[in-house]
Nanobody, 126 residues
Framework: QVQVVESGGGSVQAGGSLRLSCATS????????VGWFRQVPGEERVGVAS????????TYADSVKGRFVISEDNAKNGATLQMNNLKPEDSAMYSC???????????????????WGQGTQVSVSS
């Protein structure tokens, strides 16, 4: 059984930083993506960043390029998301998810990801 657990959310002022962590277990795919997504109430979940685990291939949403960095975490079979220069519009519930590796997976498309954590809240005040 695949388990995905996020940690590291919290509250910060605009311009500050937070680091999110995603730990996984029970993944049976030969290769897989670890993706970070976010959702605010009343809106659809959107992709933030993902990494093809074991290959280091990263993908970012335009809104976070230059500010967020996703990295593999080999100890946790997951990924960390370092978020810098945070803005109020980054406030959301952030979730980590797993998708099969390969070029058929769209790295920021939520429906291509099958195993989800419960999420961690990020709040950025102005």
């Amino acid at each position: 059984q695949v388990q995905v657990v996020e940690s590291g959310g919290g509250s910060v002022q605009a311009g500050g930083s937070l680091r999110l962590s995603c730990a996984t277990s029970g993944v049976t795919y030969n290769t897989y993506y670890v993706g970070w997504f976010r959702q605010v109430p009343g809106e659809e979940r959107v992709g933030v960043a993902s990494v093809w685990f074991g290959y280091g291939r990263t993908t970012y949403a335009d809104s976070v390029k230059g500010r967020f960095v996703i990295s593999e975490d080999n100890a946790k079979n997951g990924a960390t998301l370092q978020m810098n220069n945070l803005k109020p519009e980054d406030s959301a519930m952030y979730s980590c998810a797993i998708a099969p590796g390969g070029f058929h997976t769209r790295p920021l498309f939520p429906r291509d990801f099958y195993h989800w954590g419960q999420g961690t809240q990020v709040s950025v005040s102005s």
